[in-house]
């Protein structure tokens, strides 16, 4: 059972937008801006897409953003195209006790 | 460019010890820390542990703690992490991961990642 909970997957057609959320409690997104989302293929490193709820690393499409409410997160990926299909993972720092928990992932399928 | 290399694959028999290293570079290496996070097979992301690379403080996670130390050599630009009395559970890859809060704090927002290392535990 992980901490954040993710939908295990989502779907959408090329050019539609798809948002994945990433739902905590008091304790972890909804008391720090330290929500981060990654992309990852199968076989492969994550790939940092999102930190601090909103900002994107050097050279991450624009297409991807996130955002935060209350306690939830959510990543939403517009102009969807074959190569978003990933697993996507969210992940927020949770104090001095926890520290850091994970969502369990969301399986991207781009129709 | 910033990198993280990590070492190769491990196979360990329970109860053994394993050392992962992961070498650093396109970056003054103790400006930030490192977290390391663990992938078992077809699971999700679990977080491990963070050092401060310049002063050398560590947290682990609970659930770890004893098991668990990681280590620097700031002269090479390599940490490590080294993992006791393996248990078939501990089968996983490992990634190392930069994290964004700089020399003391840890934000657990990490922008570089390592390419991970597998590390199987069997008999």
């Given at each position: 059972q992980s901490a954040l909970t993710q939908p295990a997957s989502v779907s959408g057609?090329?050019?539609?937008?798809?948002?994945?959320s990433c739902t905590g409690t008091s304790s972890d997104?909804?008391?720090?801006?330290?929500?981060?989302?990654?992309?990852?293929?199968?076989?492969?490193?994550?790939?940092?897409?999102?930190?601090?709820?909103?900002?994107?690393?050097?050279g991450v499409s624009n297409r991807f953003s996130g955002s935060k409410s209350v306690n939830t997160a959510s990543l939403t990926i517009s102009g969807l195209q074959s190569e978003d299909e990933a697993d996507y993972y969210c992940s927020s720092y949770a104090g001095s006790s926890t520290h850091v928990v994970f969502g369990g992932g969301t399986r991207l399928t781009v129709l | 460019q910033v990198q993280l290399m990590q070492s190769g694959?491990?196979?360990?028999?329970?109860?053994?010890?394993?050392?992962?290293?992961c070498q650093a570079s396109g970056y003054t290496f103790t400006d930030y820390g490192i977290s390391w996070v663990r992938q078992a097979p077809g699971q999700g992301l679990e977080w491990m542990a963070w050092i401060?690379?310049?002063?050398?403080?560590?947290?682990y996670t609970e659930s770890l703690q004893g098991r668990l130390t990681l280590t620097t050599d700031t002269s090479s630009k390599i940490a490590y992490m080294e993992m006791r009395s393996l248990r078939s559970d501990d089968t996983a890859v490992y990634f190392c991961a930069r994290d964004t809060g700089g020399r003391a704090g840890m934000t657990a927002q990490f922008d570089y990642w390592g390419q991970g290392s597998l590390v199987a535990v069997g008999s």
């Open positions: 057609s090329p050019g539609q937008s798809i948002t994945i997104v909804g008391s720090y801006n330290l929500v981060s989302w990654y992309q990852q293929y199968p076989g492969k490193a994550p790939k940092t897409i999102i930190y601090e709820v909103t900002k994107r690393p050097s | 694959p491990e196979m360990k028999k329970p109860g053994a010890s394993v050392k992962v290293s401060s690379v310049y002063y050398g403080y560590t947290i």
